[in-house]
C-alpha cells in the first residue's frame, strides 16, 4: 500500500509524515515505511519460533513542491499523487506564524478539492477532443466524467461500469483515488475538538505531538501515552482506517522459515493470494490449507489442528477471510 501524504504549505504535511513514518527519509519528495502492528503475527512467531517474521507494512510518500492555494499542482506532486493508492490531505486546524491566514478548515478543504477537480478536469478535456478526432467511441464516458467533474463531484463517487473503466484505463486521474482528509490539530486543542475522532473518511492527530512520541524509544512510549489517556500512537488508528477505506485484510503464512503477513483486497480468492507470494505459486495452484490463529492456539499444533478437523482444504475459489493462515499446495 503506498499513501501519499500532501497538503498546502505551513498544514504540517511534513511533521504528520514524521509521526506516520517514524524514522523516514527527508527530502523534496520524502518515502518512508512502516510496518503494521498485528498481534496475530507475534502469536504465530511465538509458536513456531521462525528464523524471520515480517509484518505487512505501508509505504509513505511526503508530497512536496510548489502547490497551494491558487496553483496548480506542480508536475511532481501530480505524478505521485497519481502512483499512490490513497491520498491523505493533510489540513491545517493550528496557527502558523509564518502564514498570514488564521486556520480554515472548512477553507482549505474546498480549496483542496477544487484543485483535484480542476487537475483532472484539464486532462479529461484534452483526452476527449483527441478522442473525438480519432472518432472513438469512449468520447461519451470522458464527456460523463468531464460533466461531473463541472459539477464539482470527484469521480470517485460517481458509477463507473466494467467498461467505463476500461475506456479510462491508462488515464491517471487523481479524484479516483480514495481519500482520507487528515486534520493536524494544535496540542491545546485536539483532546476536545470535533475534528479528532476518526470517521469513515476523516482523521484527526496532533501532528508536532505524534511525531514526539513516534521518536521516542519504544519503552518511554507507553509511559508517555498513558499519561495522556491514550492507548497507542495515532499511527496506528490511522493504519487502520487506511486497510478499511482501501478494504484490505490480511492473510498468514506461518513457519519455521518465516510467518509473515500479506495483504489483499476483501473478497480476493484463494488463487489470487497465493500470486501475492509468488507467480508460480498461482500457476501451480492445487490446494490451500486453512485455518485460524486461535484454533492454533487452543490446540497447540497443525497436527493437532488435523485431528480436531479445525484444518480445512480450500479451492482456487475459496474467498480468504482476513486472518486465514493458509498453506499453498502447487506444482509447477
Known sequence: MKVGICGFPGSGKSTVFQALSPGASTGAI??????????????????????????????????????????????????????????????RGFENPMLSEGPDIERDVAH?????????????????????KENKKEVEVVERCVKALEDGRPLREIELSDEDRVALQGIQLISTKPLVTLYNLAEGDWADSKYR???????????????????????????????????????????????????????????????????VRRGSVAR????????????????????RVDDLLAVGSEAALKGVGKLRVEGKDYVVQDGDVMHFRFNV
Request: charged residues 25%.
Open 112 to 132: 483542496f478539492h477544487d484543485e483535484v477537480i480542476l487537475t483532472d478536469q484539464a486532462v479529461l478535456e484534452t483526452i476527449g477532443q483527441r478522442w473525438k
Open 272 to 291: 489470487r493470494a497465493a500470486s501475492v507470494i509468488h507467480s508460480d505459486i498461482e500457476r501451480g495452484f492445487i490446494r490451500a490449507e486453512v485455518y
Open 197 to 263: 475522532a476518526a470517521t469513515e473518511r476523516s482523521f484527526g492527530l496532533c501532528g508536532v505531538l505524534e511525531a514526539e512520541i513516534a521518536a521516542m524509544p519504544e519503552a518511554e512510549q507507553k509511559d508517555f501515552l498513558e499519561g495522556l489517556g491514550m492507548g497507542e500512537p495515532a499511527r496506528y488508528g490511522f493504519i487502520r482506517l487506511a486497510y478499511a477505506t482501501l478494504d484490505l485484510i490480511s492473510f498468514l503464512t506461518a513457519g519455521e522459515d518465516e510467518c509473515r503477513a500479506w495483504t
Open 30 to 91: 520524502a518515502r518512508g515505511n512502516i510496518k503494521v502492528p498485528d498481534p496475530r503475527v507475534d502469536q504465530l512467531s511465538a509458536i513456531f519460533h521462525p528464523k524471520k517474521t515480517t509484518y505487512a507494512q505501508v509505504g509513505f510518500v511526503d508530497m512536496g513542491g510548489a502547490h497551494g492555494k491558487g496553483k496548480a499542482f506542480s508536475p511532481e506532486v501530480v505524478q505521485e499523487m497519481r502512483n499512490a493508492d490513497l491520498l491523505v490531505h493533510v489540513v
